[in-house]
């Protein structure tokens, strides 16, 4: 079992910046990816970024492409998601998510374990 702690998320002003972070405890060894998704009432839950465990490959929905950058660090079990120029569409729960399989890092049914999510509010 792998569980997620996320933290980082409040309000910003459009423009602005955050960094999510997303901390792991439990079974790492078995994380082969971990990825941020976010979610609005009403939407189904997207993708936003993903970063192989090992290789540190990183993959980016197109909305975000150079946006935001995710990236993590081994030694402490944390992957980051940081955000900047922050707009209004951004606003939403962003999750951080991990899987224990071999599956295309941008698919959410790849992931086996969820944090409880962090909200993130962008004023216009």
């Known amino acids: 079992q792998v569980q997620l702690v996320e933290s980082g998320g409040g309000l910003v002003q459009a423009g602005g910046s955050l960094r999510l972070s997303c901390a792991a405890s439990?079974?790492?060894?078995?994380?082969?990816?971990m990825g941020w998704f976010r979610q609005v009432p009403g939407k189904e839950r997207e993708f936003v970024a993903a970063?192989?465990?090992?290789?540190?490959?990183?993959y980016y929905a197109d909305s975000v492409k150079g946006q935001f950058t995710i990236s993590r660090d081994n030694a402490k079990n944390t992957v980051y998601l940081q955000m900047s120029s922050l707009k209004p569409e951004d606003m939403a729960v962003y999750y951080c998510?991990?899987?224990?399989?071999?599956?295309?890092?941008?698919?959410?049914?790849?992931?086996?374990?969820w944090g409880q999510g962090t909200q993130v509010t962008v004023s216009s």
């Open positions: 970063i192989s465990w090992s290789g540190g490959i990183t």
């Open positions: 998510a991990a899987s224990s399989r071999f599956a295309p890092m941008s698919h959410i049914w790849a992931y086996d374990y």
């Open positions: 439990g079974t790492i060894g078995s994380i082969k990816a």
